[in-house]
């Protein structure tokens, strides 16, 4: 058996979540988890990673200390997953780490995520594979979103349509229609929990709204959720992807300035309203036959964006039931962290980890880059 460790840091800018996995021998997918692990991030860390969102003074150098931080937390991680695991080192294939989205411009043919893999590979003794947006967007991809392909090889069911939504910082659908011919697709929908999480940093100094109970005592505000819908990106077609580069704290900001008088809890009612109606429009457009929507990331223990994202289906007259990726086996957490596992796997067996029909490259890339950890 091989072991391959996952580490995930997403948009929400929490933290880094991790799992160790087996694969037999040679095969593609069909992993086995054997631990998990998360490792917040300090609010000086997350703090720093946030401010570098946007244009600023020394942005180099401080993305350099930044991508060292990161890294200490990764490797804080790895050691937990290897002592839960009882494993050494030595028995772990490879790393897959995706960094810390800082600017995503497929636009203009380029990603960054803030990383350092040598390092990483230095305080860890691992092979670290990273950098797996880049190759994609080098074949005229949008780098993004890769995981619809690690969706396909562990939630797709024969003769069935099922939409996987990751709900993070950012929002993304995966589209598997096993009915024939079998066809893969997916997207960015749009802002997941970012929007919310800012809004509630700035008015209540907590991170995230726990379980949407401060949205759930707001009215949404027709004006401003019709609004904010407006924006070009929703109607764009598909492939697309986006991040804070649109969807940030100015962005709202822009949006609210017609409304002044608005109560802070009806924005965050209209925000998640925002991130629900975007999801269910776009799975109803894209996915009319798709009988179940299973959700991922942190979006899915926010029972009322879940409810509110099935009313929107209703609404649609789409016949999906929402529930999360655990009805099928794995908890909504460990999904993305397994997605980077399934990456570094496919980078050392030398097969595609795109879907060309998801991110518009020309064609299934190997993704990755290798940092040996030893010369032998």
């Known amino acids: 058996m091989t072991h391959y460790i996952g580490l995930m840091s997403g948009t929400s800018l929490d933290g880094v979540d991790g799992v160790l996995v087996t694969a037999a021998e040679g095969a593609s997918g069909g992993l086995h988890m054997l631990a998990a692990a ?22 180099i150098h401080r993305e350099a200390l930044l991508a060292n931080r990161l890294v200490e937390q990764y490797a804080e991680c790895v050691r937990q997953l290897l002592s839960a695991a009882e494993l050494d080192a030595t ?37 670290v594979v990273a950098d797996f947006r880049s190759r994609d967007i080098a074949a005229g991809g949008q780098g993004a979103p890769l995981v619809p392909a690690f969706h396909h090889a562990v939630f797709s069911q024969p003769g069935e349509c099922r939409v996987v939504a990751n709900i993070g910082g950012i929002s993304n659908i995966s589209i598997l229609d096993d009915t024939a011919p079998m066809v893969v697709t997916g997207f960015d929908t749009g802002p997941g929990n970012m929007l919310m999480d800012a809004w509630i940093a700035r008015h209540r100094q907590h991170a995230f709204d726990a379980d949407g109970k401060w949205a759930a005592t707001g009215t949404v505000h027709a004006p401003l959720l019709e609004a904010m819908q407006r924006v070009p990106f929703f109607a764009k077609p598909a492939p697309k992807s986006t991040g804070r580069d649109l969807f940030d704290s100015a962005w709202l900001d822009a949006h609210l300035i017609p409304f002044p008088s608005l109560p802070p809890e009806d924005v965050q009612a209209t925000l998640l309203s ?86 518009g490259a020309r064609g299934g890339r190997v993704l990755g880059a290798l940092y040996p950890a030893n010369l032998a």
């Open 274 to 359: 925002l991130s629900a109606t975007t999801l269910a429009h776009a799975i109803a457009a894209s996915a009319p036959t798709a009988l179940a929507v299973y959700v991922c990331g942190g979006g899915a223990f926010n029972s009322h964006l879940m409810l509110a994202m099935e009313q929107a289906l209703k609404a649609s007259r789409h016949p999906a039931i929402v529930t999360s990726t655990a009805a099928l086996g794995i908890s909504p957490m460990h999904v993305e962290a397994l997605a980077f596992a399934w990456l570094a796997q496919r980078f050392d067996l030398r097969q595609a980890g795109n879907l060309p029909a998801v991110t």
């Open 38 to 59: 998360c490792q917040p991030f300090p609010s000086s860390l997350r703090a720093e990673a946030m401010a570098l969102q946007t244009p600023g003074d020394n942005e």
């Open 91 to 127: 028995a772990v294939r490879a790393i897959g780490v995706h960094g810390q989205t800082i600017r995503h411009r497929p636009d203009l043919g380029y990603t960054r995520q803030t990383n350092n893999p040598a390092l990483l590979a230095e305080l860890t003794g691992i092979d």
